[in-house]
């Protein structure tokens, strides 16, 4: 277990993909045939600071282990580290770096989850989606980001900025790890095992899903896309073209009305003394989110629920969307990208998958997002599992490498607490890469 601590945090002298290296006890400790895994700093994890991302709160030491991640322990994953969020899991950028290019982002808010397993510094992780946390990331980082349908994973022992949005989601580099992760969490309530067999694509109905916002994808993008659909229909699928209740504006208005009045009141209740140190992206939401009222909130709440229900009648008849994860590839380190291409989903609660698909022209990842009907979790992972192999991208990790610095770039050594709990602790408010007003991971104050 000490040499595996000491691989990660020598690796991220370089990405900084992790808030803190350490661990906390679990049943698969020693064991060798147990799975590293990175843990968003919004879980608790017992013995492991909880800082969310923000330098305008003194990081919190954990009592307790979030749901989720007691699961994944049991089941036999070995916690290495918090990764790094955006602030509050919203908007804002931070110093990690994509692991295919470091001038590169990464994507957000689940930043270092994504680009941990994209590194290959641990073969899973875990993150959380408001808009488009999990599968926007997992495209940049050319990983598999799945979302399971709103629900179905416990959220007790997580910080929540949207309750009626966010969602535990999983990064792997492959969709079986990714939804077996995802099913342990669910405590078997997704119906998938990784040994499940994939379903393949011939008879079945693929939607082709553009949204009004086709015109600000990039041409490697749409490529992207239009490759996926030709294997899928040369598999012998039937695939065509869909609008859904959810392809205008009118869905992204309701998500950020229903999101930031949410999100608003989780950050109000955290006493926050020191407003100075809030970044930016966090006092434009909160400046926003005052002039939303609440009778405003309750009516795109009720708002939702009627597109939900006709966007379920919609696709009662079609297996699987077929639509993109982001407009491109990674923009430039420090802009996340926009969720768009998330966000009705996310709105939805619907069951969605990034996978990555092939190499820009400048040797960036380029995705693909499936999406299900709610509740049809394993029969979409199964039709990924399909999907992940016409698409063929895994020899492309080849490509990555992240060397294993020995240097000490303002990080402290792997230490053990006065509970036997090993822990790295970043000062990232004194990295010189780390963008001003943005606390990624300044937990050691």
């Known amino acids: 277990m000490i040499d595996q601590l000491e691989r990660v945090s020598a690796m991220d002298r370089q990405l900084r993909a992790f808030t803190c290296v350490g661990t906390s006890p679990g049943v698969a400790d020693g064991r060798p045939d147990s799975v590293a895994l990175g843990v968003k ?3 608790d994890v017992a013995g492991l600071p909880t800082a969310l991302g923000t330098a305008a709160l003194p990081a919190r030491q954990a009592l307790h282990t979030a749901a989720a991640v007691t699961a994944l322990q049991d089941w036999g994953a070995v916690v290495v580290g918090k990764t790094v969020t955006s602030e509050f899991a919203y908007f804002g950028a931070n110093a990690t770096r994509n692991p295919w290019h470091p001038g590169s982002s990464p994507g957000g808010s689940s930043t270092g989850s994504a680009a941990a397993v994209g590194a290959g510094q641990v073969p899973l992780a875990i993150g959380t989606q408001t808009n ?9 980082c050319g990983v598999v980001g799945f979302k399971p349908t709103y629900g179905t994973i416990p959220t007790e022992g997580l910080w929540l900025f949207a309750p009626s949005f966010d969602t535990v ?3 792997a580099r492959t969709v079986s790890l990714a939804g077996t992760a995802a099913d342990v969490m669910a405590a078997g309530g997704l119906g998938f095992a990784g040994s499940s067999v994939p379903l393949e694509p011939a008879g079945l109905r693929i939607a082709v899903v553009r949204t009004q916002d086709w015109s600000m994808t990039t041409a490697e993008m749409r490529s992207a896309l239009e490759g996926t659909a030709r294997l899928l229909a040369d598999a012998g699928a039937d695939v065509d073209e869909l609008t859904t209740p959810l ?3 009118e869905g992204l208005s309701l998500h950020r009305t229903i999101s930031e009045f949410e999100g608003a009141a989780a950050i109000g209740r955290l006493g926050i003394e020191r407003a100075d140190l809030l970044g930016a992206k966090i006092r434009e939401v909160l400046a926003h989110a005052a002039t939303i009222t609440t009778e405003a909130y309750g009516r795109a709440l009720d708002r939702r629920a009627q597109l939900v229900a006709e966007l379920d009648r919609t696709l009662s008849g079609i297996d699987c969307v077929l639509t993109v994860p982001a407009a491109g590839a990674a923009p430039p380190a420090g802009d996340n990208g926009d969720p768009r291409f998330c966000t009705r989903w996310s709105l939805a609660g619907t069951p969605a998958i990034c996978l990555p698909a ?7 990842p380029l995705g693909v997002q499936l999406v299900g009907r709610r509740g049809t979790d394993a029969r979409l992972l199964r039709l990924a599992q399909s999907v992940e192999e016409l698409l063929g991208f895994a020899p492309n990790y080849e490509r990555i490498v992240v060397a294993d ?3 000490d770039h303002g990080r402290h050594p792997v230490h053990a607490d006065t509970r036997g709990v090993r822990v790295e602790l970043r000062r990232n408010s004194t990295d010189p890469a780390s963008p ?6 300044a937990v050691d104050r």
């Open 41 to 43: 700093d919004l879980f």
């Open 132 to 140: 488009g946390s999990v599968i926007r990331p997992a495209a940049y």
């Open 169 to 171: 989601g999983a990064f």
């Open 247 to 249: 392809c205008g504006e």
């Open 358 to 364: 092939v190499l820009g022209e400048h040797g960036l």
């Open 405 to 407: 610095s020995t240097e």
């Open 436 to 441: 001003a007003g943005v606390g990624a991971a």
